[in-house]
């Protein structure tokens, strides 16, 4: 929400520079996310009056301007096609200074096409005041020539963010009322003064409510002969700094007042308005209508509508139709002022996917005493601006009062809660601040009567809220809290999360975090077939479409840190999350602790001593085999089950006494391809619970052998058909008291070999755990296995 300095200061005296004035609203509640100054980037810009305007002799599209600034005149070459005698504009005299595109340049005498040009005529976009670049400005006649366009236009403008609850801020007076409570100072409101004609307002135009639950306040009144036309330029100005487009005198009448006092109106064509009836009830399902973005929209029978005689011609509290809207042919409107029920608002909203201004403020919550307020301060400035008559009187439908709440409060418990020692009175002084009344029963408790517009205050809580924003934050004194460790034991999955974050880290892998909720797009990228669709759990009302599922998996979230870290160049990435997957189990909705690890680009991508190279599946496998290994975890198994998610040869399935715990795997080209990603990405997922099972508590140190053990190295050739885990399984599957360890020293693979086949090297490490084992001992028992092994590979060997 974008708030000018300019407009607070006709409801409050400041003195106080923006800064200091950011600092104190963020403090109250109002998050400023920043302020800018406009109109600053220029300089030497005056009020101009073009006194003659002639063609140019020697260019169609340029014309000789003389110009003054109420003590001189100048001849000015324009090639705007708005420049015409009698036109008031801006002005940029010899030596002004403008900005292009963050570049300051001067204004200088110069010769356009043979004719002495001495100074420029400036349109809004080249002064940065507005969006318009067609047409030099064409500034109001009651300013004076001469007059420095900096005093006119220049203005700090704040940007801030509203929590939901703070829906009675979302105006520029809402604004000023907190920032006056928080400094002390008094608020000025706007003054109302109608001048209405005889006819009653009852003559013209009928309401009936029929949907009073949806719409418990409706008010309205008809002004007629009005003249439509554009808005002065103070008025542009301001919904402009406010960032919303000029439309028409009428129109903006009722923006102004939505952004002056937050609360939403509406203003019909009124000869459009059939049988000159208003009715207020709910659409007809699939009824369709054109609102005022063009669009046409299928309605809902739970969608309140205003409707004339014959059809609809509003969405109640979204947006108004084609079919009654306000234009030059407009003669007469009908003014709404409405209170709607904000469920009912919000619901339509979300279901035709169209938020406003006014729906934004109707499911916040407006206040229902309000409603006249706005409407009269809205008529009476469309009388001044657009003429017209002003029907006498009003139309106020209301189903029941609006009462001020009254909410009892403890000073007691004020104090105990905020760790502060407030008096009675400075409680008081701090509630009357915030217009809150207040009767105290002579002792602890008062009865606080809160306005209309804070629907936001339900209970004592909230009072306590509103006496620490408002005595400072930084205020209440800190103290140190008594610590109370729990008796409960830590959850067993907690520790064990940490243990693997600990272990995850020492591998050298960076932590992530992302955010469970994904949306379709990411799961249609992934296309995870570990879960079936009808196991995807859905969220029942997503702030959008992006997060309206539960994730049943790390990688689409960890797959779009990959994407956003190579669109920026970071292309180097290893890391891990550990989170929560959902998914639905028959009628049970479950959630499970997992640990995802993802790789891509180069393990060492800068190091002066290790030779770089692109994570692939074995670096990725080998962070596994050590975090089992230091998890006390069995030997794992890997197994190539197919999973469509990774490439059909770099993959596999984790196994831990026939339990299948996780898979790792390179993901596929497919899915890298719908990433618009060309580097290989790695990523493996694990079930902690399952692991937690598995792992062991092992000592810390282990003995170290006393003896010598001896070696021996065999090389053999074998189909490329068979994996390692066949060979291993060989020579494991034969008892022997001396083999120690067996590993994989090279495989070779050339043309000079069959087809099909590959030599492996394989180291065997034999060791006697009670004295030095002898040569001819190792010899033999190499042998006995060697020839055991190649009896049960069989015709996998080539002799």
Known sequence: ????????????????????????????????????????????????????????????????????????????????????????????????????????????????????????????????????????????????EGMSLSDIYADTIFEISLTPNLGHCASVIGVARELAAAIGSALRYPAISLKEAAQSVEESVQVEVVDKDACPRYTCCVIKDVKVGPSPDWLKQRLEKCGIRSVNNVVDVTNYVLLEMGHPLHAFDYDQIEGQRLLIKKAQEGEAFETLDGKVRALQSSHLMICDAKKPIAIAGVM?????????QTHHIALESAYFDPVSIRKTSKQLGLQTDASKRFERGTDPNQLTTSLNRAAMLIRELAGGHIQAGEIDIKAKDFPEAVIHCRLAR???????????????????RLGFGTHWDGQDRCAVRVPTYRVDLKEEIDLVEEVARLYGYDNIPRQGGAYHSSSLPPAPIYVFEKEVQARLIAEGLQEFLTCDLIGPSLINIVQDYSMPPESVVSVVNPTSIEQSILRTSLLPGLLQVVKYNIDHQNHHIGGFE?????????????????????????????????????????????????????????QPVFKNLGIETFHSGRQASVFVNSLEIGSIGEIHPAIQRRLDVSQRILFGEFNLHDLMQMAKRREKTEPLAIYPGSERDWTFTITDKVSFDVILDAIKSQQSQLLERVSLLDIYRSDKLSPGYQNMTLRFTYRDPSKTIAQDVVEAEHQRLLAEVVNRLGEALKS
């Open 414 to 432: 004020i104090n105990r809660m905020l760790g502060t020692f407030l008096s009675r009175g400075e409680v008081e002084d701090i509630f009357k």
């Open 578 to 634: 550990i989170g929560r997957i959902h998914f639905k189990d028959g009628n049970q909705y479950k959630e499970q602790s997992v640990a995802g690890i993802i790789l891509t680009g180069k393990s060492s991508p800068h190091h002066w001593d290790i030779k770089s190279h692109d994570y692939d599946f074995y670096d990725l496998k080998g962070i596994v085999e050590n975090i089992f290994n230091e998890l006390g975890i069995p």
């Open 1 to 144: 929400m974008r708030i000018p300095l300019s407009w607070l200061k006709e409801y409050i005296d400041l003195t106080l520079s923006p800064g200091e004035i950011a600092k104190i609203l963020t403090m109250a509640g109002l998050e400023v996310d920043g302020y800018e100054t406009i109109g600053a980037s220029f300089s030497g810009i005056v009020v101009g009056r073009v006194l003659e305007a002639e063609k140019h002799p020697n260019a169609d599209k340029l014309t000789v301007a003389t110009v003054t600034d109420g003590s001189q005149t100048y001849q000015v070459v324009c090639g705007a096609p708005n420049c015409r005698k009698g036109l008031k504009t801006a002005f940029a005299l010899l030596g002004a200074t403008l900005q292009d595109e963050g570049k300051e340049f001067k204004i200088k005498k110069t010769k356009i096409r043979g004719v002495e040009s001495s100074g420029m005529l400036c349109s809004g976009a080249e002064l940065g005041l507005s969006d318009e670049q067609d047409g030099i400005m064409e500034l109001p006649e009651e300013l004076p």
């Open 320 to 328: 108004g139709g084609m079919n009654s809207e306000v234009s030059e």
